[in-house]
């Protein structure tokens, strides 16, 4: 994926603003090629003010209906997690910058709308 995007991030864990725009570039080519009809993230606010602090930081990735969607939600009620092809490239993202990036697992997804699939995600320096 990193090759397919060209992605030359910039390498500096205190880049913030660098992790976000490649983070909606990957999002973005992640709709084009239809793997989602949308996506985003929601960053809270003072986002950057949290990072320069505290170097650890809570984010909403979503999708609206990826084409993983009924496996991911079968993988969920079966079983308490599913993994999504889009999960392990953000993850490999943030490893450029040597932040680790995970999902939380006691988010509950099911109370949001049935055609999205709605992550929690912290990443922290290392």
Do not use: C
């Amino acid at each position: 994926m990193k090759a397919y995007l060209r992605i030359e991030t910039s390498s500096d864990p205190d880049d913030l603003e660098d992790m976000q725009y490649w983070l909606d570039l990957i999002i973005g080519k992640f709709i084009e090629v239809g793997y989602l009809k949308d996506g985003g993230v929601d960053w809270p606010k003072k986002a950057a003010k949290t990072w320069s602090d505290t170097s650890e930081l809570s984010f909403i990735y979503w999708m609206e209906d990826p084409v993983i969607l009924p496996s991911a939600q079968r993988l969920f009620d079966e079983f308490g997690f599913a993994q999504h092809f889009s999960s392990r490239t953000i993850q490999h993202l943030f490893d450029n910058y040597l932040v680790d990036a995970a999902e939380d697992d006691t988010f509950d997804p099911r109370e949001h709308d049935a055609n999205k699939v709605v992550e929690k995600w912290t990443i922290k320096g290392l």
